[in-house]
């Protein structure tokens, strides 16, 4: 099937619509992280740089570090626009531009998210960093799209069980990593967790500044939760959406948080930038010990 211009946008110069990018322009190694300015604080390690595009908060830089061609790319904040950014990377690799036709051959991209989160248990140390094991999504995205990601009904049910979710708020959603991407990145650095991705920083993430959030206690409530054992380590805002869509398309996902903030203690990182700069680092290396 040939999709229309307006399901496919391209641009005058054929690229597409948001990114602003052609298909050769990324590689098949994606670094995803939500500050546009953190892009280049990741291609400031690459040996060589070949393209710098971006058009609103999609800026994208693609170079080669130790051989190994990267792609790294701002998505800004929140899972509205990692559908954008998930379909569109997927349309640069397995869509043929020319004829507007689905590609026979798939490419499956990884794809590695460094971001910054909070963590909501007293253990979980500033600036150490978790790598997603599984990601419970308030958002939603999953909802839209036709999927029997369904292995984690029963926890799903739990957790709308144990902390009295409101029927108003969408149905959390639970996806798991990559498996095998994961175990590039495994160390004695790198806790593995769960992760909550919430569709706002104040009141979704339970914060009063002047509003209230509806629900009181809302850390607590999600601090509390358990389920075979295990416990909710930390939140941000994107990962479900990066897992669930990579999951439905094919990719393989993992998602490193570097904790900045600790909600149980109150705490903050002192120096946020060199402890993204770490986990930026150690990312790169193992990305490249192939
Ligand atoms: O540091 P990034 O990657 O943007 O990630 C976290 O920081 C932002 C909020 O400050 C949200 O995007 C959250 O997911
Ligand atoms: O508390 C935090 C810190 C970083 N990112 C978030 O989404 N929440």
């Not at 298909?23 to 291609?43: F, K, L, N, Q, Y």
């Not at 869509?95 to 909501?120: H, M, P, V, Y």
């Amino acid at each position: 099937m040939r999709l229309s211009p307006s399901e496919l946008i391209l641009n005058a110069d054929g690229s597409i619509y948001h990114l602003n990018l052609l298909p050769h322009d990324i590689a098949e190694t994606i670094i995803t992280v939500g500050d546009p300015d953190r892009v280049t604080e990741v291609s400031s390690h690459f040996d060589s740089i070949q393209i710098k595009k971006g058009k609103r908060e999609f800026l994208t830089h693609t170079g080669f570090l130790n051989g190994k061609r990267i792609s790294v790319i701002s998505t800004g904040i929140g899972t509205d626009n990692i559908d954008i950014v998930l379909n569109e990377l997927d349309a640069l690799v397995n869509i043929d531009f020319e004829t507007r036709k689905l590609k026979k051959n798939r490419i499956r991209l990884k794809i590695i998210r460094i971001g910054t989160s909070g963590a909501i248990q007293e253990d979980i140390p500033i600036d150490s960093w978790i790598l997603t094991e599984l990601a419970i999504g308030f958002d939603g995205l999953l909802h839209f799209y036709k999927n029997e990601l369904s292995d984690f009904m029963e926890m799903e049910d739990a957790f709308i069980l144990q902390t009295g979710w409101s029927p108003k708020k969408s149905r959390p959603y639970v996806v798991q990593f990559n498996a095998d991407l994961a175990k590039k990145f495994k160390s004695n650095r790198i806790r593995f967790g769960i992760t909550t991705t919430n569709t706002g920083f104040y009141g979704p993430q339970g914060r009063t500044l002047r509003l209230a959030p509806s629900t009181n206690g809302f850390i607590e409530s999600i601090s509390n939760f358990r389920y075979q054992d295990r416990q909710i380590t930390n939140l941000e805002m994107e990962t479900s959406g990066i897992y669930a869509l990579s999951k439905l398309l094919g990719h393989q996902a993992v998602s490193l948080n570097c904790i900045l903030a600790n909600r149980a203690t109150g705490e903050f990182s002192k120096n946020p930038e060199a402890s993204v700069q770490e986990l930026i680092t150690f990312a790169l290396q193992k990305i490249t010990s192939d």
